[in-house]
């Protein structure tokens, strides 16, 4: 997943923040819970931050700008394959 160290340690951190995150808000009745979610966030921000430090040693990129119709089309069809299926579901929700 990452091209260098400090990349992994970036995704490191920002898997680890939101995986703390996640229990806060799944134990959001309790203050712990609520301490979680701060602690969480606080570590995807600074992995954040990390990525950006390190954005600046990367080479050019591999492909050429301008292909983002591309781009879009496949997000699209990658939506229309998760909602087409609970559309023509027979037994849907919204059907009853």
Do not use: D, H, Y
Not at 32 to 60: D, N, P, Q, T, Y
Request: charged residues 10%; proline residues 2%; positive net charge.
């Amino acid at each position: 997943m990452a091209a260098n160290k400090a990349q992994g340690r970036s995704f490191a951190v920002l898997l680890i923040g939101l995986t703390i995150a996640c229990a806060g808000l799944a134990n959001w009745s309790g203050s712990f819970g609520k301490l979680l979610l701060i602690v969480g966030v606080v570590g995807v921000v600074v992995s954040l931050v990390m990525a950006l430090g390190i954005k600046s040693l990367e080479g050019r990129v591999a492909q050429r700008p301008g292909n983002e119709g591309a781009k879009l089309g496949g997000a699209f069809v990658a939506l229309l394959g998760w909602f087409l299926p609970a559309a023509v579901n027979k037994n849907a929700i919204w059907k009853t």
